[in-house]
């Protein structure tokens, strides 16, 4: 495999930049569109990080746009990609157009697929991976459709910042998978809080609680790394742990109803009761955190996975004349009102389709070149994600300027196949901030 020689973290960040901006697009007939005429041109899509994520977001792809094809893939891992390959095949048929010189594997796959004529590509890697993922997709000229949160640390979240300012001047699109935002339903339901349907805004409360989720148990012929690598959701430097990789939908939806402001300062609580077993790695499985707005509002986020426990995935929004249920698209107090999808339902009997909805915007973007560019609220949300992970680790409270300015590095020394040590268990008040 081309991923077992040791990378310096380092070396494996600069020269994947170094080698993705050496990649010139000729002729790239998505640039060049004129303003408002859309183009015909068949859309070359590339899938980074073969997993059921990046498989469902090619599913999506490809539905959202009739004018697209699959031609390049690139994994970690060879059995992945195979895996992912034979999935998407079943379900885009003729869409499917990768030949075996564009299936990638190893550590530097993504460079690979860079240096193909790929016109967009799928970002569905592990969150570890986004930021440096994010910069040479960029820095080699393509659009991007990125999987969230889109880092696990606050210098993963600084890189992004820039590497979307670096897009905007490149007119490049990249649209972060906060497929919530895309849905028509809690569009119509935001736009009427906004519009002071529930008066001000005092308390928001965002739940995720619900049972255990998957785990891979090391294999003999699997080093620590790559058993890491497998079981990535239960490491901090992978996945970030629940309150980033899955808690930030609800805690975007929190800001977003704020109108995109961000909390001031937070305090958590939280630990790790029902996956004590190694097999979970080191993260919390529940936490609670305590969020405060400049203006002196709250957003109270709960969220664990514990089996045998309610499920409750719940987002919430309280004003001074009334309240909103997000997901159910409902209000009630001085007003009533719940959204209608009356207009005909598909082929699943639901209208809303936000998965799919997500797709057709950037590919809309594209192809009348006016660049789609949600990197700015996608690396707020993160970030407001890994500061109450922070709070909720160190038993301390933090500020928005502490987070963002933190420099806590989870990136591992290198990424080479071999042993690799579990970080304890956050104990608050004896792990300290950085």
Same mark, same amino acid.
């Given at each position: ?10 070396? =494996? ?6 080698? @993705? ?22 859309? %070359? ?21 009739? +004018?697209?094809?699959? *031609?390049?893939?690139?994994?970690? =891992? ?5 895996? @992912? ?16 010189? $564009? ?14 004529? *790929?016109? *967009? ?6 969150? /570890? &991976? ?27 979240? %600084? @890189? ?17 998978? &906060? ?22 805004? *005092? ?11 998957? @785990? $891979?148990?090391?294999?003999?012929? #699997?080093?620590?790394?790559? #058993? ?18 899955? $808690?930030?939908h609800g805690l975007d939806l929190m800001s977003w109803a704020m109108q995109n402001e961000y909390p001031v300062k937070c305090f958590g609580l939280?630990? %790790? ?10 993260? =919390?499985? $529940? ?12 957003? &109270?986020?709960?969220? %664990?996975?514990? +089996? ?9 929004? =309280? ?39 997500? /797709?057709?915007?950037?590919? !809309? ?14 690396? !707020? ?16 409270n933090i500020t928005w300027e502490q987070a963002l300015n933190s420099k806590e590095d989870l990136t591992p020394d290198s990424y080479q196949f ?11 008040? !004896?792990?300290? &901030?950085?």
């Amino acid at each position: 495999m081309k991923n077992s020689a040791s990378v310096p973290r380092r070396t =494996f960040i600069s020269e994947a930049s170094a080698a @993705s901006a050496a990649v010139l697009v000729a002729g790239n007939a998505v640039l060049a569109a004129a303003e408002g005429e859309k183009k015909a041109d068949v859309l %070359r899509i590339g899938l980074i990080g073969c997993g059921s994520r990046g498989s469902g977001a090619v599913v999506d792809a490809v539905t959202a746009d009739s +004018n697209t094809k699959l *031609v390049a893939m690139a994994d970690l =891992f060879p059995d992945k990609l195979q895996a @992912s390959k034979e999935r998407i095949q079943k379900v885009i048929g003729e869409r499917y157009a990768v030949e075996e010189d $564009h299936e990638f594997v190893g550590i530097d796959a993504y460079q690979q697929l860079l240096k193909t004529d *790929v016109d *967009v590509v799928l970002l569905a890697t592990p969150p /570890h &991976f986004r930021p440096a993922h994010l910069k040479a997709a960029i820095e080699a000229n393509k659009h991007v459709f990125a999987e969230k949160p889109v880092a696990v640390d606050s210098p993963g979240v %600084r @890189s992004v910042m820039e590497t979307c300012e670096l897009a905007k001047q490149k007119r490049l699109s990249v649209l972060v998978g &906060f497929m919530l935002r895309h849905s028509k339903g809690m569009q119509e339901t935001m736009d009427r809080i906004h519009n002071g349907h529930l008066g001000n805004i *005092v308390t928001l409360q965002t739940n995720y609680n619900i049972g255990g989720t998957w @785990s $891979h148990i090391q294999q003999p012929e #699997w080093s620590d790394m790559e #058993w890491q690598l497998r079981n990535w959701y239960y490491f901090t430097w992978m996945s970030g742990g629940q309150l980033v990789e899955q $808690h930030v939908h609800g805690l975007d939806l929190m800001s977003w109803a704020m109108q995109n402001e961000y909390p001031v300062k937070c305090f958590g609580l939280g630990g %790790r009761q029902s996956r004590t077993d190694p097999l979970y790695g080191h993260i =919390f499985d $529940h936490h609670a955190i305590c969020y405060e707005y400049s203006g002196g509002q709250r957003a &109270f986020a709960f969220c %664990r996975q514990q +089996n045998g426990t309610d499920v409750d995935t719940s987002q919430l929004v =309280f004003g001074e004349k009334g309240s909103a249920d997000l997901m159910r698209n409902t209000m009630q107090g001085e007003k009533t009102w719940r959204y209608s999808a009356a207009r005909g339902p598909d082929r699943n009997g639901n209208k809303d389709r936000p998965y799919q909805q997500e /797709h057709e915007a950037l590919f !809309k973007a594209i192809r009348t070149d006016s660049p789609y560019n949600n990197g700015n609220y996608a690396a !707020k949300s993160t970030l407001m994600a890994i500061m109450g992970r922070m709070a909720s680790y160190t038993g301390q409270n933090i500020t928005w300027e502490q987070a963002l300015n933190s420099k806590e590095d989870l990136t591992p020394d290198s990424y080479q196949f071999g042993s690799i040590e579990v970080p304890s268990v956050a104990i608050p008040g !004896k792990t300290k &901030f950085y």
